[in-house]
Nanobody
């Protein structure tokens, strides 16, 4: 079974930057989109960025202009600049896959990586 893994989280001061990485153990050949979500304590999980295969990235309003999602071969990145304390959360990568034309789209979630921004 495919597994998704995130890396790159950590502790950073406000105004700093981090780059998160997401890899799928079976690669991204069957992916239709890769998504980054985040969830802070007491909050619902929210979509941060989405990159459709061959499509245009979209972002949540709170990160627009500061975060950038990109893909290089089999890795998807989330570049986070000008970080704020409210960006503190567990960040999850979710890969939407469709192995064949007949297959439905299914989503595989990673375990998440903690990002903590100190003010």
């Amino acid at each position: 079974q495919a597994q998704v893994a995130e890396s790159g989280g950590g502790l950073v001061q406000a105004g700093g930057s981090l780059r998160l990485s997401c890899v799928n153990s079976r690669g991204l050949r069957s992916s239709v989109a890769v998504n980054w979500y985040r969830q802070a304590p007491g909050n619902e999980r929210e979509l941060v960025a989405r990159l459709p295969s061959g499509g245009t990235a979209t972002y949540g309003d709170s990160v627009l202009g500061r975060f950038t999602i990109s893909r290089d071969k089999e890795t998807v990145y989330l570049q986070m600049n000008d970080l704020k304390s409210e960006d503190t959360a567990v960040y999850y990568c979710a890969v939407d896959i469709k192995p064949s034309i007949e297959s439905p789209i299914s989503r595989i979630w990673g375990q998440g990586t903690q990002v903590t921004v100190s003010s």
